[in-house]
């Protein structure tokens, strides 16, 4: 039987996540793409007076945008990890942290912008689309969705090498592109980078791309 890997993560290897990368989370804001997008969208007029964001580890950006932004009315966020939950929900009281799935997030309501930034590799194909619905569900018409993730030529499956007992892949692919299809999303800002940092020709593997498209039903009838 396909291992269910939304559950693997569900059931620890989310908090395994957080337990190694702790340490590393909102070290540096400055070189955050989504950050740096979010400023690129203010600079260019957006106001949104929610913002949501779906993998959100310990709410790591949602606190640094609300250190920026304080005008910003709502900021919530949901992991599937406990510990990254709890760890948030402490350091940083005034964000509405739960813990639950991209696939059926436990949060209410529509926002200006919804971040999801490198967890729909990690989804287990067979709830893939679960995910997307439930994502463009949460992002109000003529918001905006920031999705950033890996960007190789082609769709790729890579072996997750912290767990050998038990296969789990990175699945890698342009999931901008995917709301793109939906025909009402459009690409406003986008910025291709390598993950890993590295200067010079960027390795298919390790291209990742940060897109902010904007979802309006309005725009795609009127076409
Ligand atoms: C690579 S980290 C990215 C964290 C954060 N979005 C960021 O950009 O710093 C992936 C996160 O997704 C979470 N995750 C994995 N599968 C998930 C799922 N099905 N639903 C929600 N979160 C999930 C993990 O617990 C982890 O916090």
């Known amino acids: 039987m396909a291992v269910d890997q939304s559950q693997i993560f569900r059931d620890g290897e989310g908090d395994a996540w957080f337990r190694r990368n702790a340490k590393a989370l909102s070290v540096d804001h400055r070189e955050d793409q989504v950050l740096a997008a979010i400023e690129r969208l203010h600079r260019t007029g957006e106001r949104p007076q929610s913002i949501c964001e779906l993998g959100c580890a310990n709410g790591w950006r949602l606190a640094a945008i609300a250190e920026r932004y304080p005008e910003i009315g709502r900021l919530a966020g949901c992991d599937v990890s406990e510990a990254a939950i709890a760890d948030g929900s402490h350091r940083w009281p005034t964000l509405d942290l739960a813990v639950g799935p991209i696939e059926q997030p436990p949060i209410q309501g529509l926002f200006d912008v919804v971040i999801v930034s490198y967890v729909l590799h990690w989804v287990?194909?067979?709830?893939?689309?679960?995910?997307?619905?439930?994502?463009?569900?949460?992002?109000?018409?003529?918001?905006?969705?920031?999705?950033?993730?890996?960007?190789?030529?082609?769709?790729?499956?890579?072996?997750?090498?912290?767990?050998g007992d038990v296969k789990l892949y990175t699945y890698k692919q342009d999931y901008g592109a995917t709301f793109i299809a939906l025909g009402y999303y459009e690409r406003v800002d986008n910025l291709i980078f390598s993950h890993s940092g590295v200067e010079g020709e960027i390795d298919p593997q390790d291209r990742a791309q940060c897109s902010a498209l904007r979802k309006s039903f309005a725009t795609y009838e009127a076409a």
Do not use: E
Not at 135 to 149: M, P, R
């Open 124 to 163: 287990a194909r067979s709830h893939l689309s679960r995910a997307i619905a439930a994502i463009d569900t949460l992002v109000n018409d003529g918001g905006i969705l920031i999705v950033s993730d890996f960007l190789p030529d082609r769709p790729v499956a890579r072996r997750y090498h912290h767990r």
